[in-house]
């Protein structure tokens, strides 16, 4: 079986738009783009470089345009997001010339494809695929980097698709410039209590 893994950018209040640029994703009237800029250092491109292991990936429809119109001609920082499967869940979608990729428009073939063998998914992007995921509990584990900003307005990672789940902290580390690398795998159902009994 194989796992799915979201890896995110994220605010301090959990908005998750636009990360990379101010063109990436303007949608809703969103003015922040690129608001990672300022707080990428040395360290964080270590930890990503980390985190950009060899992986099959699965991804929405608007992330999967985005990374085709970008990464084929910039194969050196990231060779593997083209040699990696790319599976792409959209109901406009059928075919890309971006090679190693496939189309799917059902939750149920999500579902096969985690139970399939192979190499885990690494879910880049994708805020709405994400939501799906969620909702379904599909996530296996978070990758999240934190930034230390907060901008009130954007698509948000858990968001309308967020449902009652436990997680626990595997990895973690804070660069200088404030960012948290922050990794989680599911940890069954919410358990509640009360404090000091």
């Given at each position: 079986m194989?796992?799915?893994?979201?890896?995110?950018?994220?605010?301090?209040?959990g908005v998750?738009?636009?990360?990379?640029?101010?063109?990436?994703?303007?949608?809703?009237?969103?003015?922040?783009?690129g608001?990672?800029?300022?707080?990428?250092?040395?360290?964080?491109?270590?930890?990503?470089?980390?985190?950009?292991?060899?992986?099959?990936?699965?991804?929405?429809?608007?992330?999967?345009?985005?990374?085709?119109?970008?990464?084929?001609?910039?194969?050196?920082?990231?060779?593997?997001?083209n040699?990696?499967?790319?599976?792409?869940?959209?109901?406009?979608?059928?075919?890309?010339?971006?090679?190693?990729?496939?189309?799917?428009?059902?939750?149920?073939?999500?579902?096969?494809?985690?139970?399939?063998?192979?190499?885990?998914?690494?879910?880049?992007?994708?805020?709405?695929?994400?939501?799906?995921?969620?909702?379904?509990?599909?996530?296996?584990?978070?990758?999240?980097?934190?930034?230390?900003?907060?901008?009130?307005?954007?698509?948000?990672?858990?968001?309308?698709?967020?449902?009652?789940?436990?997680?626990?902290?595997?990895?973690?580390?804070?660069?200088?410039?404030?960012?948290?690398?922050?990794?989680?795998?599911?940890?069954?159902?919410?358990?509640?209590?009360?404090?000091?009994?």
């Amino acid at each position: 079986m194989r796992k799915i893994i979201v890896l995110s950018f994220i605010t301090l209040d959990g908005v998750m738009q636009a990360p990379g640029g101010p063109e990436e994703d303007t949608s809703g009237g969103f003015k922040y783009g690129g608001w990672v800029t300022p707080y990428f250092d040395e360290a964080s491109g270590k930890a990503m470089e980390k985190q950009l292991k060899p992986a099959d990936y699965l991804l929405g429809r608007k992330t999967f345009e985005i990374f085709a119109a970008y990464w084929p001609e910039h194969n050196d920082f990231w060779p593997g997001i083209n040699a990696g499967m790319k599976y792409v869940l959209s109901n406009s979608m059928k075919k890309s010339e971006w090679k190693n990729s496939v189309f799917f428009n059902r939750v149920d073939d999500i579902k096969k494809l985690k139970e399939s063998e192979g190499a885990d998914l690494q879910v880049h992007g994708s805020g709405e695929l994400i939501q799906t995921l969620l909702k379904h509990d599909l996530v296996d584990e978070l990758w999240l980097k934190i930034f230390p900003v907060t901008l009130h307005m954007g698509k948000r990672l858990f968001g309308e698709g967020t449902i009652p789940a436990a997680f626990t902290l595997t990895e973690s580390s804070v660069t200088k410039s404030g960012v948290i690398f922050a990794n989680y795998k599911r940890a069954g159902k919410v358990e509640t209590g009360t404090i000091g009994v």
